[in-house]
């Protein structure tokens, strides 16, 4: 992973990697929604790199959200948020089905009520990454924390 420019705030660093538990954890949840089972809402995400041209591909879950569709990076500005952001594009994929869809990242200000609502719906899975900031949080609170979480609403192709 290369490093971010020491000139952005530290919020938008923010890059929270896990540990083997979580890489472990992620594989066993990619390959279940390989073989066609989506907990929740999970999706293979598969975009191709920026530099590299070739499908990187990694365990996300959809949210939809007063009928749109959202990508949220609840680890903070990683590499497939880095990827989608120069590309625009990718596929969301569920066993043998690939869905093709085109992003557009949401300002700081239009974040509080999708990251709310991913709260509500996937605390329990995603809590740890957003430092004890909870779905019960004031539009204030989330507002300050929304540069480290990148939001994406999703469209069809």
């Known amino acids: 992973m290369s490093p971010t420019p020491a000139s952005q705030p530290e919020a938008q660093r923010y890059v929270y990697s896990g540990g083997r538990a979580l890489r472990i954890t992620n594989r066993i949840v990619a390959a279940l929604t390989r073989a066609g089972l989506s907990f929740w809402g999970s999706r293979v995400l598969a975009i191709r790199g920026r530099k590299s041209g070739e499908w990187r591909t990694t365990p996300v879950n959809v949210l939809t959200h007063q009928g749109t569709r959202y990508l949220v990076a609840p680890r903070g500005h990683t590499q497939w948020v880095r990827n989608l952001r120069a590309i625009g594009t990718g596929e969301l994929r ?12 949401l300002p700081d200000s239009e974040k509080p009520e ?18 004890g900031i909870g779905p019960d949080a004031s ?10 979480y990148p939001v994406f609403r999703i469209t069809g192709p």
Do not use: C, N
């Open 139 to 148: 539009d204030a609170e989330l507002l300050r924390i929304a540069p480290g």
């Open 114 to 131: 999708v990251l709310r609502a991913y709260l509500k719906r996937w605390k329990f899975e995603v809590g740890a990454f957003f430092q």
């Open 94 to 105: 569920l066993g043998r089905q690939a869905e093709t869809f085109h992003a557009t990242e």
